[in-house]
């Protein structure tokens, strides 16, 4: 259901050419505590080598956080974390049931240096890099979740991420 509301968001702001460019003040909104839905977003749509060394280092992404009674994105003022997971069968399912081969977390205070806008609207765009906790697998999911400062979890869908040849 809530996949669907921010592909509905999504596409309607697409439609409308809502990207926020006519806000004069070119600020932010403040942060909110609360949301009801991330999106997160991989792009490019693949891991990225960062360092022109052979292999992949991590990926980009673009998170979007939204309330049910708004159309715009929100910002957020809790924590977030991004978990890593190693496909080793062909059950995705699964993966995001393991324990993470890395996680990174994010603080409220960290999360204000990604802020940027996209054709949508406000949104978090962070670049993700594992350094030595390097995939074995030729596939791995990321999942995003936010707590909010009362504990309150939103946790995106997960995504598979094929990795690169070395």
């Known amino acids: 259901m809530k996949l669907h509301f921010v592909a509905l968001m999504l596409a309607v ?3 409308a050419g809502c990207g926020l460019d006519g806000d004069p003040s ?6 909110i505590a609360t949301a009801d839905v991330l999106a997160l977003e991989v792009s490019p749509p693949t891991v990225q080598n960062f360092d022109d060394k052979p292999g ?4 980009d992404t673009r998170i979007h956080f939204f309330l049910q009674s ?3 994105p929100v910002l957020v003022s809790g924590k977030l974390e991004m978990s890593m997971y190693e496909v080793r069968d062909d059950n995705i399912g699964q993966a995001v049931k393991q324990k ?6 994010l603080p409220q205070e960290s999360l204000s240096r990604f802020v940027a806008r996209s ?4 949104c978090y765009v962070i670049r993700f890099d594992w350094g030595q906790s390097v995939p074995k697998t030729e596939r791995i999911v990321i999942q995003a979740v936010y707590t909010s400062p009362s504990g309150a979890k939103v946790a995106s869908a997960p995504l598979v991420l094929v990795m690169v040849p070395k």
Do not use: M, N
């Open 13 to 15: 702001a697409t439609i």
């Open 26 to 31: 070119h600020r932010p909104p403040a942060p």
């Open 56 to 59: 992949a280092d991590g990926f």
């Open 70 to 72: 708004q159309a715009a």
């Open 100 to 105: 993470p081969l890395h996680v990174w977390s």
């Open 119 to 122: 054709k949508y609207g406000w």
